[in-house]
T-cell receptor
Framework: GAVVSQHPSRVICKSGTSVKIECRSLDFQATTMFWYRQFPKQSLMLMATSNEGSKATYEQGVEKDKFLINHASLTLSTLTVTSAHPEDSSFYIC????????????FGSGTRLTVV | GQQVMQIPQYQHVQEGEDFTTYCNSSTTLSNIQWYKQRPGGHPVFLIQLVKSGEVKKQKRLTFQFGEAKKNSSLHITATQTTDVGTYFCAGPGSGNTGKLIFGQGTTLQVKP
């Protein structure tokens, strides 16, 4: 199967600090990974597409300077929430897909970020 | 822009009753995918439909893709408490970017 590991699963940070979230594809290479944000009882909102070896593509309305994405290898993408504020508190999830897989996208287990 | 709409938003059923969620896209889709997210969990892939009019079954779950490839449905027969969760449909975003556009989801509650 395809396994995506994401951590940390939960993080609490103080306002103004930065938090890094890691997303790893464990048994396949992922040239592209996707980062989503999900508010309670809401759908997944795509934030950005992470591209290995090049700049991420951000969705409209997502601040690229606030949500820094790095995809330095074929198995690792990171999302850094910079200068976090309470309104950044949310559930962040990454996903990736084995190339040409008929099995859809595999999601990480998500990171619950709470900014206090 | 491209939208994927899903109804109902919530559904409460008695265990043993059937359940259906409907998904409608503003554009024709090359495929549609369904995911299930348990409370506190992450989305898990259920199935992908590709062909116009396609029907696929997974035990008590029946998935349909409309003839025009703009709508889809998921039907669960004789729900069980293990079916609790939010069911999302998702279609590919425009352009060959690999992006998925998710519906709003239907949250299913099953009373034992």
């Amino acid at each position: 199967g395809a396994v995506v590991s994401q951590h940390p699963s939960r993080v609490i940070c103080k306002s103004g600090t930065s938090v890094k979230i890691e997303c790893r594809s464990l048994d396949f290479q992922a040239t592209t990974m996707f980062w989503y944000r999900q508010f309670p009882k809401q759908s997944l909102m795509l934030m950005a597409t992470s591209n290995e070896g090049s700049k991420a593509t951000y969705e409209q309305g997502v601040e690229k300077d606030k949500f820094l994405i790095n995809h330095a290898s074929l198995t690792l993408s990171t999302l850094t929430v910079t200068s976090a504020h309470p309104e950044d508190s949310s559930f962040y999830i990454c996903s990736a897909r084995k190339t040409a897989s008929p099995n859809g996208y595999t999601f990480g287990s998500g990171t619950r970020l709470t900014v206090v | 822009g491209q939208q994927v709409m899903q109804i109902p938003q919530y559904q409460h059923v008695q265990e043993g009753e059937d359940f259906t969620t409907y998904c409608n896209s503003s554009t024709t889709l090359s495929n549609i995918q369904w995911y299930k997210q348990r409370p506190g969990g992450h989305p898990v892939f259920l199935i992908q439909l590709v062909k116009s009019g396609e029907v696929k079954k997974q035990k008590r779950l029946t998935f349909q893709f409309g003839e025009a490839k703009k709508n889809s449905s998921l039907h669960i027969t004789a729900t069980q408490t293990t079916d609790v969760g939010t069911y999302f449909c998702a279609g590919p975003g425009s352009g060959n970017t690999g992006k998925l556009i998710f519906g709003q989801g239907t949250t299913l509650q099953v009373k034992p």
